[in-house]
C-alpha cells in the first residue's frame, strides 16, 4: 500500500509539473501566426489597457508594450513556453517559479476589471508561490539532478 501513495516532496513535483504543463497548454493553444503577424493577442490586451481604470496600468502599457507589439507578443509566447520547459524538467526552477508568478500577476492586474480568467490566473500564481516556498524543485528536477539550490 505504500507503495502507491507519493511522498510530500513527490507530490509537490507533481504540483510543479502541472503548473509546467499549465504553461504549455497555454504556450500551444495560441494561434502563432496571429500573436506574431498581426499581434492578436498584444491587440487585444492594448484594448483591455486602454480601458483600464488604474492609470498605472494604462500608462505602462503605453509606455512598455505599446511601442514594441512585435517584440512583446514574441515575449508573451516564449516566456510561456520556457516556464512550461522549464517547471516540468524542474530546470531552474526557483526562477521559472518567480518569473511564473510574476506574469500571472501581470495578467490578474491588467484583466482585474475584465471577464478574462481570473481564476486560472489566481490559481497559478498561487501554485507558484506554493512551490517555491515548498521547494518544488528537489524532487524529480533536473536542478536536483545537478544539485543547484540545495
Not at 505599446?66 to 517584440?71: A, K, N, Y
Not at 491588467?110 to 515548498?134: T, Y
Request: proline content about 2%; glycine content about 8%.
Amino acid at each position: 500500500m505504500d507503495a502507491i501513495w507519493l511522498d510530500g516532496a513527490e507530490w509537490l513535483a507533481v504540483l510543479r509539473i502541472g503548473l509546467g504543463l499549465w504553461w504549455l497548454e497555454s504556450w500551444r493553444h495560441k494561434d502563432k501566426k496571429a500573436w506574431f503577424a498581426e499581434g492578436s493577442g498584444i491587440a487585444w490586451a492594448a484594448d483591455v489597457a486602454a480601458k483600464h481604470r488604474w492609470a498605472a496600468v494604462r500608462s505602462g502599457f503605453a509606455v512598455v508594450v505599446r511601442p514594441r507589439p512585435r517584440v512583446m507578443s514574441y515575449v508573451v509566447v516564449y516566456a510561456e513556453l520556457a516556464l512550461g520547459l522549464g517547471l516540468v524538467a524542474g530546470f531552474l526552477t526557483p526562477v521559472a517559479l518567480v518569473c511564473g508568478l510574476l506574469l500571472n500577476l501581470l495578467y490578474l492586474v491588467l484583466m482585474i476589471h475584465d471577464w478574462a480568467e481570473q481564476g486560472q490566473n489566481s490559481m497559478m500564481a498561487l501554485i507558484s508561490a506554493v512551490a517555491l516556498g515548498a521547494m518544488a524543485w528537489q524532487t524529480w528536477s533536473v536542478d536536483d539532478a545537478l544539485g543547484w539550490f540545495r
